[in-house]
Protein backbone atom coordinates (compact mmCIF):
# COMPACT_ATOMS: atom_id res chain seq x y z
CA UNK A 1 0.00 0.00 0.00
CA UNK A 2 1.13 3.29 -1.06
CA UNK A 3 0.93 6.52 0.75
CA UNK A 4 0.20 8.92 -2.36
CA UNK A 5 -0.01 12.45 -2.40
CA UNK A 6 -2.17 14.12 -5.19
CA UNK A 7 -1.30 17.74 -5.65
CA UNK A 8 -3.52 19.63 -8.30
CA UNK A 9 -4.75 23.35 -9.04
CA UNK A 10 -7.98 21.97 -9.59
CA UNK A 11 -10.75 18.88 -8.59
CA UNK A 12 -13.94 18.05 -10.26
CA UNK A 13 -16.56 18.84 -8.34
CA UNK A 14 -15.05 21.30 -5.64
CA UNK A 15 -13.91 23.50 -9.12
CA UNK A 16 -13.12 22.85 -12.64
CA UNK A 17 -11.70 24.89 -15.76
CA UNK A 18 -11.07 21.88 -17.62
CA UNK A 19 -9.87 18.47 -17.86
CA UNK A 20 -6.95 18.35 -15.11
CA UNK A 21 -9.94 18.91 -12.87
CA UNK A 22 -11.69 15.93 -14.49
CA UNK A 23 -8.58 13.67 -13.66
CA UNK A 24 -7.70 14.53 -10.08
CA UNK A 25 -11.59 14.24 -9.29
CA UNK A 26 -11.73 10.95 -10.65
CA UNK A 27 -8.11 9.23 -10.57
CA UNK A 28 -7.33 9.79 -6.56
CA UNK A 29 -10.85 7.57 -6.28
CA UNK A 30 -10.00 4.65 -8.55
CA UNK A 31 -6.32 4.76 -6.87
CA UNK A 32 -8.45 4.44 -2.97
CA UNK A 33 -10.01 1.31 -4.84
CA UNK A 34 -6.94 -0.37 -5.64
CA UNK A 35 -6.30 -0.19 -2.06
CA UNK A 36 -3.89 3.21 -1.66
CA UNK A 37 -4.19 5.91 0.46
CA UNK A 38 -4.20 8.66 -1.20
CA UNK A 39 -5.03 12.25 -0.61
CA UNK A 40 -5.67 15.42 -2.30
CA UNK A 41 -3.79 18.69 -1.67
CA UNK A 42 -5.35 21.60 -3.68
CA UNK A 43 -5.55 25.64 -2.60
CA UNK A 44 -8.51 26.51 -1.02
CA UNK A 45 -10.37 28.98 -3.44
CA UNK A 46 -13.30 31.53 -2.44
CA UNK A 47 -15.12 29.72 -5.49
CA UNK A 48 -14.78 25.90 -3.76
CA UNK A 49 -18.47 24.36 -4.05
CA UNK A 50 -17.59 22.49 -0.62
CA UNK A 51 -20.43 20.21 0.41
CA UNK A 52 -19.01 17.93 2.78
CA UNK A 53 -17.75 19.16 6.80
CA UNK A 54 -14.57 21.30 6.67
CA UNK A 55 -12.44 21.14 9.29
CA UNK A 56 -9.47 22.69 10.19
CA UNK A 57 -6.33 20.55 10.91
CA UNK A 58 -3.04 22.58 11.62
CA UNK A 59 -1.16 25.73 10.41
CA UNK A 60 2.41 25.51 8.85
CA UNK A 61 4.54 28.80 8.66
CA UNK A 62 6.33 28.80 5.55
CA UNK A 63 8.14 31.81 3.79
CA UNK A 64 7.08 34.25 6.56
CA UNK A 65 3.72 33.24 5.72
CA UNK A 66 0.97 31.27 8.01
CA UNK A 67 -1.07 28.87 6.29
CA UNK A 68 -3.47 26.87 7.71
CA UNK A 69 -4.64 22.89 6.39
CA UNK A 70 -8.19 22.51 6.21
CA UNK A 71 -9.70 18.99 5.39
CA UNK A 72 -12.92 18.03 3.61
CA UNK A 73 -13.67 14.89 1.52
CA UNK A 74 -14.36 14.51 -2.38
CA UNK A 75 -18.04 14.37 -2.86
CA UNK A 76 -19.51 10.67 -3.40
CA UNK A 77 -16.43 9.28 -2.13
CA UNK A 78 -14.44 9.17 0.93
CA UNK A 79 -10.92 10.60 -0.59
CA UNK A 80 -9.52 13.08 1.87
CA UNK A 81 -9.23 16.16 0.68
CA UNK A 82 -6.10 18.97 2.09
CA UNK A 83 -6.89 22.61 1.73
CA UNK A 84 -4.69 24.90 1.59
CA UNK A 85 -5.92 27.97 3.10
CA UNK A 86 -4.15 31.12 2.61
CA UNK A 87 -7.14 34.09 2.21
CA UNK A 88 -4.39 36.64 0.95
CA UNK A 89 -3.53 34.45 -2.18
CA UNK A 90 -6.80 32.13 -2.46
CA UNK A 91 -9.69 33.90 -0.72
CA UNK A 92 -10.71 36.01 -4.03
CA UNK A 93 -13.67 36.05 -6.37
CA UNK A 94 -12.25 34.46 -9.65
CA UNK A 95 -11.17 31.01 -10.91
CA UNK A 96 -7.72 29.06 -10.05
CA UNK A 97 -5.70 31.45 -12.77
CA UNK A 98 -8.12 34.26 -13.86
CA UNK A 99 -9.70 37.04 -11.62
CA UNK A 100 -13.76 37.54 -11.83
CA UNK A 101 -12.79 39.60 -15.28
CA UNK A 102 -10.61 37.03 -16.75
CA UNK A 103 -7.39 38.79 -16.53
CA UNK A 104 -4.30 36.35 -15.21
CA UNK A 105 -3.64 36.98 -11.45
CA UNK A 106 -0.59 38.95 -11.28
CA UNK A 107 0.54 37.06 -8.51
CA UNK A 108 0.37 33.60 -9.59
CA UNK A 109 3.59 33.14 -9.01
CA UNK A 110 3.84 33.44 -5.50
CA UNK A 111 0.44 31.82 -4.83
CA UNK A 112 1.65 28.45 -6.64
CA UNK A 113 5.09 28.86 -5.18
CA UNK A 114 3.09 28.58 -1.54
CA UNK A 115 0.97 26.30 -2.75
CA UNK A 116 4.53 24.27 -3.69
CA UNK A 117 6.19 24.78 -0.61
CA UNK A 118 2.85 23.63 1.85
CA UNK A 119 2.97 20.24 -0.34
CA UNK A 120 6.87 19.86 0.51
CA UNK A 121 6.01 20.35 3.90
CA UNK A 122 2.84 17.73 4.05
CA UNK A 123 4.75 15.22 1.64
CA UNK A 124 7.57 15.71 4.70
CA UNK A 125 5.43 15.23 7.51
CA UNK A 126 6.42 18.37 8.28
CA UNK A 127 2.32 19.54 8.68
CA UNK A 128 1.80 17.82 11.74
CA UNK A 129 -0.83 15.78 9.86
CA UNK A 130 1.14 12.56 10.62
CA UNK A 131 1.30 11.31 7.44
CA UNK A 132 4.77 10.70 5.37
CA UNK A 133 4.09 10.33 1.51
CA UNK A 134 5.76 7.70 -0.67
CA UNK A 135 5.01 9.25 -3.93
CA UNK A 136 3.99 12.88 -4.54
CA UNK A 137 2.35 13.07 -7.52
CA UNK A 138 2.40 16.47 -9.00
CA UNK A 139 0.34 18.12 -12.13
CA UNK A 140 1.05 20.98 -14.59
CA UNK A 141 3.09 23.80 -14.11
CA UNK A 142 0.98 24.96 -10.62
CA UNK A 143 2.89 22.17 -8.86
CA UNK A 144 6.39 22.10 -10.86
CA UNK A 145 8.51 23.16 -7.85
CA UNK A 146 7.71 20.25 -5.73
CA UNK A 147 10.13 17.87 -7.64
CA UNK A 148 12.59 20.54 -7.94
CA UNK A 149 12.37 21.52 -3.87
CA UNK A 150 12.19 18.01 -3.06
CA UNK A 151 15.69 17.30 -4.56
CA UNK A 152 16.94 19.03 -1.84
CA UNK A 153 15.67 16.77 0.91
CA UNK A 154 17.61 14.04 2.16
CA UNK A 155 14.56 11.64 2.81
CA UNK A 156 11.82 12.48 -0.19
CA UNK A 157 8.96 10.43 -1.46
CA UNK A 158 9.64 9.35 -4.75
CA UNK A 159 7.73 12.31 -7.55
CA UNK A 160 5.95 12.09 -10.65
CA UNK A 161 5.07 14.88 -12.75
CA UNK A 162 2.06 14.57 -15.55
CA UNK A 163 1.82 16.94 -17.84
CA UNK A 164 -1.95 17.66 -19.10
CA UNK A 165 -0.76 20.47 -21.30
CA UNK A 166 2.85 21.43 -22.27
CA UNK A 167 1.15 24.73 -23.93
CA UNK A 168 1.22 26.01 -19.91
CA UNK A 169 4.38 26.58 -18.36
CA UNK A 170 4.26 28.73 -15.79
CA UNK A 171 6.95 31.24 -16.88
CA UNK A 172 8.46 34.37 -14.96
CA UNK A 173 11.15 36.78 -14.49
CA UNK A 174 14.13 35.84 -12.79
CA UNK A 175 12.93 39.10 -10.35
CA UNK A 176 10.03 36.71 -9.59
CA UNK A 177 13.06 34.03 -8.75
CA UNK A 178 14.72 36.20 -6.15
CA UNK A 179 11.15 37.79 -4.68
CA UNK A 180 9.60 34.23 -4.05
CA UNK A 181 12.26 33.65 -1.97
CA UNK A 182 13.69 30.31 -3.70
CA UNK A 183 16.99 28.44 -2.96
CA UNK A 184 19.77 29.66 -4.97
CA UNK A 185 20.91 26.26 -5.38
CA UNK A 186 18.28 25.48 -8.06
CA UNK A 187 18.61 28.32 -10.33
CA UNK A 188 20.14 26.78 -12.71
CA UNK A 189 19.48 25.03 -16.74
CA UNK A 190 19.64 21.52 -14.90
CA UNK A 191 16.22 22.89 -12.51
CA UNK A 192 13.93 25.94 -12.98
CA UNK A 193 15.90 28.11 -15.00
CA UNK A 194 15.05 28.56 -18.70
CA UNK A 195 17.05 30.85 -21.14
CA UNK A 196 16.96 33.66 -17.80
CA UNK A 197 13.36 32.90 -16.58
CA UNK A 198 11.88 30.85 -13.83
CA UNK A 199 10.01 27.89 -15.17
CA UNK A 200 7.60 26.35 -12.77
CA UNK A 201 6.84 23.44 -15.16
CA UNK A 202 10.52 23.02 -15.83
CA UNK A 203 10.75 22.04 -11.77
CA UNK A 204 8.75 19.02 -13.16
CA UNK A 205 10.37 17.78 -15.90
CA UNK A 206 13.99 18.21 -15.19
CA UNK A 207 13.73 16.99 -11.50
CA UNK A 208 10.55 13.93 -11.07
CA UNK A 209 11.42 11.04 -10.84
CA UNK A 210 9.07 10.03 -13.29
CA UNK A 211 7.31 12.45 -16.09
CA UNK A 212 4.08 11.30 -17.26
CA UNK A 213 1.49 12.67 -20.40
CA UNK A 214 -1.80 11.94 -20.73
CA UNK A 215 -1.43 9.79 -23.40
CA UNK A 216 1.25 7.42 -25.40
CA UNK A 217 1.07 9.84 -28.53
CA UNK A 218 0.87 12.93 -26.71
CA UNK A 219 3.99 11.87 -24.61
CA UNK A 220 6.03 11.38 -28.43
CA UNK A 221 4.60 14.69 -29.66
CA UNK A 222 6.35 16.73 -26.74
CA UNK A 223 9.84 15.40 -27.51
CA UNK A 224 9.53 17.29 -30.87
CA UNK A 225 10.05 21.23 -31.43
CA UNK A 226 6.11 21.48 -32.68
CA UNK A 227 5.06 20.62 -29.81
CA UNK A 228 7.49 20.77 -26.71
CA UNK A 229 7.81 24.42 -26.58
CA UNK A 230 11.44 24.76 -26.60
CA UNK A 231 11.37 21.74 -24.04
CA UNK A 232 11.50 19.20 -26.47
CA UNK A 233 15.34 18.61 -26.25
CA UNK A 234 14.97 17.91 -22.09
CA UNK A 235 11.72 15.61 -22.45
CA UNK A 236 13.75 13.50 -24.88
CA UNK A 237 16.77 13.65 -22.61
CA UNK A 238 14.24 12.28 -20.13
CA UNK A 239 12.45 9.92 -22.54
CA UNK A 240 13.11 6.65 -20.77
CA UNK A 241 11.49 8.41 -17.16
CA UNK A 242 8.73 9.49 -19.80
CA UNK A 243 5.67 7.52 -20.74
CA UNK A 244 1.81 8.46 -21.70
CA UNK A 245 -1.45 7.34 -19.61
CA UNK A 246 -4.41 7.92 -20.72
CA UNK A 247 -7.28 9.15 -19.13
CA UNK A 248 -10.57 7.36 -18.11
CA UNK A 249 -14.00 9.08 -17.74
CA UNK A 250 -16.46 8.85 -15.25
CA UNK A 251 -18.66 6.05 -16.67
CA UNK A 252 -21.28 6.35 -14.30
CA UNK A 253 -21.83 10.28 -15.01
CA UNK A 254 -21.17 9.43 -18.71
CA UNK A 255 -23.25 6.04 -19.21
CA UNK A 256 -26.06 6.79 -21.94
CA UNK A 257 -28.15 3.55 -20.02
CA UNK A 258 -28.94 5.92 -16.82
CA UNK A 259 -27.84 9.85 -17.55
CA UNK A 260 -30.55 11.72 -16.14
CA UNK A 261 -29.65 14.61 -18.48
CA UNK A 262 -30.91 12.93 -21.87
CA UNK A 263 -34.44 12.85 -23.30
CA UNK A 264 -34.17 9.05 -23.62
CA UNK A 265 -32.19 6.80 -21.86
CA UNK A 266 -30.35 3.93 -24.52
CA UNK A 267 -28.16 1.17 -25.08
CA UNK A 268 -26.29 -0.89 -27.11
CA UNK A 269 -29.10 -3.09 -27.52
CA UNK A 270 -31.41 -0.23 -27.81
CA UNK A 271 -29.90 2.01 -30.55
CA UNK A 272 -32.96 3.29 -31.63
CA UNK A 273 -33.75 5.10 -29.03
CA UNK A 274 -30.94 7.24 -29.96
CA UNK A 275 -33.06 9.05 -32.30
CA UNK A 276 -35.52 10.59 -29.63
CA UNK A 277 -32.52 12.65 -28.25
CA UNK A 278 -31.91 13.44 -32.03
CA UNK A 279 -34.80 15.16 -32.21
CA UNK A 280 -34.76 16.52 -28.63
CA UNK A 281 -31.27 18.56 -29.71
CA UNK A 282 -32.96 19.71 -32.98
CA UNK A 283 -35.93 20.96 -31.06
CA UNK A 284 -33.46 22.99 -28.40
CA UNK A 285 -31.31 24.02 -31.20
CA UNK A 286 -34.36 25.30 -33.24
CA UNK A 287 -33.37 22.82 -36.29
CA UNK A 288 -35.62 21.14 -38.59
CA UNK A 289 -36.97 18.22 -37.28
CA UNK A 290 -34.98 15.79 -39.69
CA UNK A 291 -34.37 11.98 -38.52
CA UNK A 292 -32.38 11.25 -41.76
CA UNK A 293 -30.19 14.29 -41.96
CA UNK A 294 -26.58 13.53 -39.82
CA UNK A 295 -26.57 15.52 -37.09
CA UNK A 296 -22.60 17.03 -36.43
CA UNK A 297 -22.19 18.06 -32.57
CA UNK A 298 -18.89 20.21 -31.30
CA UNK A 299 -18.58 21.18 -27.52
CA UNK A 300 -15.41 22.52 -26.50
CA UNK A 301 -12.88 25.85 -25.19
CA UNK A 302 -13.19 28.15 -28.38
CA UNK A 303 -9.41 28.85 -28.40
CA UNK A 304 -6.84 27.79 -31.48
CA UNK A 305 -5.90 24.46 -29.68
CA UNK A 306 -9.26 23.21 -30.68
CA UNK A 307 -8.85 24.08 -34.10
CA UNK A 308 -12.16 26.15 -34.31
CA UNK A 309 -11.01 28.03 -37.00
CA UNK A 310 -10.69 25.14 -39.40
CA UNK A 311 -14.29 24.57 -38.41
CA UNK A 312 -15.46 28.39 -39.38
CA UNK A 313 -13.33 28.18 -42.57
CA UNK A 314 -15.00 24.78 -43.87
CA UNK A 315 -19.11 25.48 -42.53
CA UNK A 316 -19.56 27.56 -45.49
CA UNK A 317 -19.20 24.73 -48.13
CA UNK A 318 -20.37 22.15 -45.29
CA UNK A 319 -23.76 23.83 -45.71
CA UNK A 320 -23.90 22.42 -49.04
CA UNK A 321 -24.55 18.92 -47.71
CA UNK A 322 -27.22 17.49 -46.29
CA UNK A 323 -26.03 17.64 -42.50
CA UNK A 324 -26.57 19.66 -39.18
CA UNK A 325 -23.90 21.28 -36.97
CA UNK A 326 -24.80 22.27 -32.97
CA UNK A 327 -21.62 23.34 -31.31
CA UNK A 328 -21.67 24.68 -27.46
CA UNK A 329 -19.01 26.34 -26.24
CA UNK A 330 -17.07 29.43 -24.71
CA UNK A 331 -13.99 31.66 -25.24
CA UNK A 332 -11.85 33.91 -27.91
CA UNK A 333 -14.67 36.86 -28.49
CA UNK A 334 -13.59 36.48 -32.27
CA UNK A 335 -14.14 33.07 -32.63
CA UNK A 336 -17.70 33.49 -30.67
CA UNK A 337 -18.63 36.12 -33.36
CA UNK A 338 -18.04 34.18 -35.68
CA UNK A 339 -19.72 31.34 -35.16
CA UNK A 340 -22.74 33.34 -34.15
CA UNK A 341 -23.08 35.02 -37.44
CA UNK A 342 -22.86 31.34 -39.35
CA UNK A 343 -25.39 30.83 -37.33
CA UNK A 344 -27.58 33.62 -37.98
CA UNK A 345 -26.60 33.31 -42.25
CA UNK A 346 -28.08 29.58 -41.88
CA UNK A 347 -30.59 29.20 -39.34
CA UNK A 348 -31.29 26.09 -40.83
CA UNK A 349 -28.26 24.09 -40.74
CA UNK A 350 -25.81 25.98 -37.78
CA UNK A 351 -27.02 26.11 -34.10
CA UNK A 352 -24.62 28.02 -32.25
CA UNK A 353 -24.74 27.89 -27.92
CA UNK A 354 -21.91 30.50 -26.07
CA UNK A 355 -21.68 29.41 -22.57
CA UNK A 356 -20.81 26.68 -20.52
CA UNK A 357 -23.36 23.99 -19.59
CA UNK A 358 -22.99 20.71 -18.53
CA UNK A 359 -26.58 20.12 -19.37
CA UNK A 360 -26.65 20.43 -22.86
CA UNK A 361 -23.28 19.05 -23.31
CA UNK A 362 -24.71 15.76 -22.32
CA UNK A 363 -28.05 16.30 -24.16
CA UNK A 364 -25.27 16.89 -27.47
CA UNK A 365 -23.65 14.09 -26.89
CA UNK A 366 -26.68 12.11 -27.22
CA UNK A 367 -28.22 13.42 -29.82
CA UNK A 368 -25.88 14.16 -32.13
CA UNK A 369 -25.08 11.47 -34.91
CA UNK A 370 -20.93 12.42 -35.10
CA UNK A 371 -18.64 14.93 -33.07
CA UNK A 372 -16.38 17.00 -34.16
CA UNK A 373 -12.83 17.82 -32.89
CA UNK A 374 -10.31 18.89 -35.47
CA UNK A 375 -7.79 19.71 -32.61
CA UNK A 376 -4.17 21.46 -33.24
CA UNK A 377 -2.89 19.60 -30.53
CA UNK A 378 -5.14 17.38 -27.55
CA UNK A 379 -2.48 16.08 -24.70
CA UNK A 380 -6.01 13.24 -24.24
CA UNK A 381 -9.14 14.94 -24.98
CA UNK A 382 -12.36 13.62 -23.43
CA UNK A 383 -15.07 14.66 -25.95
CA UNK A 384 -14.15 12.23 -28.06
CA UNK A 385 -14.29 9.63 -25.35
CA UNK A 386 -18.02 10.27 -23.84
CA UNK A 387 -18.73 10.49 -27.59
CA UNK A 388 -17.75 6.81 -28.40
CA UNK A 389 -19.73 5.70 -25.36
CA UNK A 390 -22.54 7.47 -26.68
CA UNK A 391 -22.43 6.34 -30.25
CA UNK A 392 -21.66 9.65 -31.68
CA UNK A 393 -19.00 8.79 -33.99
CA UNK A 394 -15.99 11.31 -33.68
CA UNK A 395 -14.24 12.83 -36.08
CA UNK A 396 -10.70 13.68 -35.29
CA UNK A 397 -7.53 14.81 -36.00
CA UNK A 398 -4.76 12.57 -35.82
CA UNK A 399 -2.89 14.27 -32.90
CA UNK A 400 -2.27 13.14 -29.37
CA UNK A 401 -4.82 11.29 -27.54
CA UNK A 402 -7.47 11.48 -30.07
CA UNK A 403 -4.82 9.61 -32.49
CA UNK A 404 -4.78 6.78 -29.12
CA UNK A 405 -8.40 6.13 -28.45
CA UNK A 406 -10.59 6.54 -32.28
CA UNK A 407 -9.80 4.00 -35.06
CA UNK A 408 -10.56 5.34 -38.36
CA UNK A 409 -13.37 3.85 -40.33
CA UNK A 410 -11.97 2.28 -43.24
CA UNK A 411 -11.89 -1.18 -45.28
CA UNK A 412 -10.40 -3.17 -42.78
CA UNK A 413 -10.99 -1.82 -39.37
CA UNK A 414 -14.89 -2.07 -40.51
CA UNK A 415 -14.35 -5.32 -41.21
CA UNK A 416 -12.70 -6.32 -38.19
CA UNK A 417 -15.42 -4.34 -36.22
CA UNK A 418 -12.67 -1.90 -34.27
CA UNK A 419 -13.76 1.02 -36.33
CA UNK A 420 -15.23 3.61 -34.08
CA UNK A 421 -14.89 6.98 -36.02
CA UNK A 422 -13.21 9.00 -38.14
CA UNK A 423 -9.27 10.50 -38.78
CA UNK A 424 -7.65 12.76 -40.80
CA UNK A 425 -4.11 14.17 -40.81
CA UNK A 426 -3.51 17.79 -41.87
CA UNK A 427 -4.26 20.56 -39.48
CA UNK A 428 -6.48 22.13 -42.72
CA UNK A 429 -10.31 22.73 -43.44
CA UNK A 430 -9.89 20.68 -46.49
CA UNK A 431 -8.70 17.63 -45.07
CA UNK A 432 -11.62 18.07 -42.60
CA UNK A 433 -14.11 18.37 -44.76
CA UNK A 434 -12.90 15.55 -46.78
CA UNK A 435 -13.23 13.36 -43.90
CA UNK A 436 -16.74 15.07 -42.76
CA UNK A 437 -18.01 14.00 -46.88
CA UNK A 438 -16.34 10.64 -45.74
CA UNK A 439 -18.73 10.18 -42.94
CA UNK A 440 -21.73 11.60 -44.08
CA UNK A 441 -21.58 8.86 -46.96
CA UNK A 442 -21.27 5.64 -44.58
CA UNK A 443 -23.85 7.04 -42.63
CA UNK A 444 -26.30 6.73 -45.64
CA UNK A 445 -25.70 2.54 -44.69
CA UNK A 446 -27.22 1.71 -41.76
CA UNK A 447 -26.36 -1.08 -41.55
CA UNK A 448 -22.36 -0.47 -41.60
CA UNK A 449 -23.06 2.86 -39.29
CA UNK A 450 -24.67 0.88 -36.80
CA UNK A 451 -21.75 -1.62 -36.32
CA UNK A 452 -19.27 1.61 -36.17
CA UNK A 453 -21.62 3.03 -33.07
CA UNK A 454 -21.45 -0.44 -31.36
CA UNK A 455 -17.63 -1.30 -31.37
CA UNK A 456 -17.25 2.37 -30.19
CA UNK A 457 -19.57 1.60 -27.48
CA UNK A 458 -17.92 -1.29 -26.55
CA UNK A 459 -14.91 0.22 -25.59
CA UNK A 460 -13.75 0.67 -22.40
CA UNK A 461 -12.58 4.05 -21.33
CA UNK A 462 -13.08 3.00 -17.03
CA UNK A 463 -10.46 4.97 -15.22
CA UNK A 464 -9.91 1.08 -13.92
CA UNK A 465 -6.77 -0.07 -16.44
CA UNK A 466 -5.49 3.73 -16.37
CA UNK A 467 -5.30 4.09 -12.70
CA UNK A 468 -3.32 0.55 -12.46
CA UNK A 469 -0.94 1.94 -14.51
CA UNK A 470 -0.31 4.85 -12.35
CA UNK A 471 -0.08 2.10 -9.70
CA UNK A 472 2.59 -0.06 -11.37
CA UNK A 473 4.89 3.21 -12.39
CA UNK A 474 4.32 4.13 -8.66
CA UNK A 475 5.52 0.41 -7.35
CA UNK A 476 8.25 0.89 -9.86
CA UNK A 477 9.87 4.24 -7.99
P1 LIG B 1 -9.50 20.74 -22.27
O1 LIG B 1 -9.06 20.24 -20.93
O2 LIG B 1 -8.38 21.07 -23.22
O3 LIG B 1 -10.51 21.85 -22.20
P2 LIG B 1 -10.79 18.13 -22.56
O4 LIG B 1 -11.54 17.51 -23.71
O5 LIG B 1 -9.69 17.31 -21.96
O6 LIG B 1 -10.27 19.55 -23.04
O7 LIG B 1 -11.82 18.44 -21.38
C1 LIG B 1 -12.78 19.45 -21.49
C2 LIG B 1 -13.91 19.14 -20.53
O8 LIG B 1 -14.71 20.31 -20.36
C3 LIG B 1 -14.85 18.09 -21.04
O9 LIG B 1 -15.40 17.41 -19.93
C4 LIG B 1 -15.91 18.91 -21.78
O10 LIG B 1 -17.13 18.26 -21.93
C5 LIG B 1 -16.03 20.09 -20.89
N1 LIG B 1 -16.46 21.32 -21.58
C6 LIG B 1 -15.71 22.15 -22.34
N2 LIG B 1 -16.44 23.20 -22.77
C7 LIG B 1 -17.68 23.04 -22.27
C8 LIG B 1 -18.90 23.80 -22.35
N3 LIG B 1 -18.96 24.93 -23.05
N4 LIG B 1 -19.99 23.34 -21.69
C9 LIG B 1 -19.92 22.18 -21.00
N5 LIG B 1 -18.81 21.43 -20.89
C10 LIG B 1 -17.70 21.84 -21.51
Given at each position: ???I??????????????????V?????????????E???????????KL????????T??????????L???L?????????V??????????????????????N?A??FS???????????NR???D????I??????????????????????S???????M???G????????????????????????????????????C???????????????????Y?Y?????????????N?????????????????????????????????????????????????????G?????V?????????????????????????G????????R???????????????????????H???????????????????????????????????????????V??????????????????????A???????????????????????????????????Q????????Y???
Amino acid sequence: MKKILFISSEVHPLIKTGGLADVAGSLPIALAELGQEVRILMPKYQALKLEQEVEYRCTLRVNNRDVNILETRLPGSGVIVWLVDCPEYFDTPGNPYTDEFGNAWENSAARFSLFCRIAVEVSQNRAHLDWKADIAHCNDWQSGLVPALLTLEPHRPSTVFTIHNMAYQGLFPEATYIELNLPGQLWNPGALEFHDLLSFIKGGIACADHITTVSPTYALEIQTADYGYGLEGLLHHRHHELNGIINGIDVEVWNPETDPRIAQNYGIDSLAKKAGNKAALQQHFSLPEEPATPLIGLIGRLVDQKGIDLVIDCLDELINYPVQFVLLGSGEKGFEHRLKNLSYLYPDKISVSIGYNEDLAHMIEAGSDMFLMPSRFEPCGLNQLYSQRYGTLPIVRKTGGLTDTVVDAMPDTIKDKTASGFVFEEPTAGAMLETIKRAILLYTNKRSWQQIQKNAMRKDFSWQQSAQQYLNLYNSL
